[in-house]
């Protein structure tokens, strides 16, 4: 089973008129959610990013995306109710960018990571990544030592999104150099993806399952048609 997933990058320093059309779309629950974020730019993020997940969705089903409903599952990984169950999605946010995925058939997981200031990647790698992975980051300089250390967590990130599963139980799954991976719990197998993030961003996409898929990616452009 191949399949095919679609992406959208957006910048948050969306206008005022679109992040007031992500709003419109919400639903009472994460509106009540997102009313009760302290930080205006968590805020502002949530509001983006499941207003674009709403308008993907909304174009994969042909439902006017405020309709569309999803229930947790049992990690807490929203899914569509039916009769939308088919279609899987999945998000993610870092600094001012959002990740929106959607995937017909396949579950997916999408992340995307900020490349921040003053992390010291060597020894968060060394903390959480296996070995082999953990010298692979500690090889790099400074700046490389950065982008190695997103480039393997933003991979494992959205494997652990697909799955549904937990991060802390997966971190020492190894995913470097690998197109197939393997999660610890729950043993399943997993096709990843990086794409192209903007500079300072990277980005990875999975779906469940070892099938090749291919990428369709939308780049900060807001049009909710």
């Known amino acids: 089973m191949t399949g095919t997933v679609r992406v959208w990058l957006i910048r948050t320093s969306l206008p005022q008129s679109a992040v007031g059309q992500c709003w419109e779309l919400l639903d009472a629950g994460e509106r ?3 009313v009760g974020m302290d930080d205006p730019g ?5 509001t983006v990013a499941h207003g ?5 969705a909304g174009r994969e089903t042909g439902v006017p995306p405020g309709e569309l409903r999803w229930v947790a599952g049992p990690h ?9 169950s088919w279609l899987h999605t999945s998000m993610s946010h870092s600094g001012e960018m959002v990740a ?4 017909p058939g396949r579950p997916v997981g999408v992340d995307i990571q900020e490349l921040v200031p003053g992390l010291d990647p060597v020894r968060m790698a060394a903390r959480f990544f296996p070995p ?18 997103a480039a393997l967590w933003t991979r494992k990130e959205a494997v652990v999104k697909a799955s549904g599963g937990l991060l802390w139980a997966n971190l020492r799954m190894l995913v470097r150099n690998r197109d197939v991976v393997c999660l610890v719990e729950p043993p399943l197998l997993h096709r990843v993806a990086e794409f192209a993030a903007p500079p300072g961003f990277r980005a990875a996409v999975a779906l469940t399952g070892d099938a090749p898929f291919t990428v369709t990616k939308e ?7």
Do not use: C, N, T
């Not at 968590?42 to 949530?46: A, K, M, V, W």
């Not at 674009?52 to 993907?56: E, G, N, Q, V």
């Not at 082999?132 to 250390?149: K, L, N």
């Open 132 to 149: 082999a992975e953990a010298s692979y980051v500690a090889g790099g300089g400074p700046d490389e030592a950065s982008e190695r250390f």
């Open 32 to 34: 009540a959610h997102a």
């Open 219 to 225: 780049d900060g452009l807001w049009d909710p048609r």
């Open 76 to 84: 807490g990984k929203p899914g569509l109710l039916e009769p939308w």
């Open 52 to 56: 674009a997940l709403r308008i993907l």
């Open 42 to 46: 968590d805020r502002l993020r949530f």
């Open 100 to 103: 929106a995925a959607v995937s």
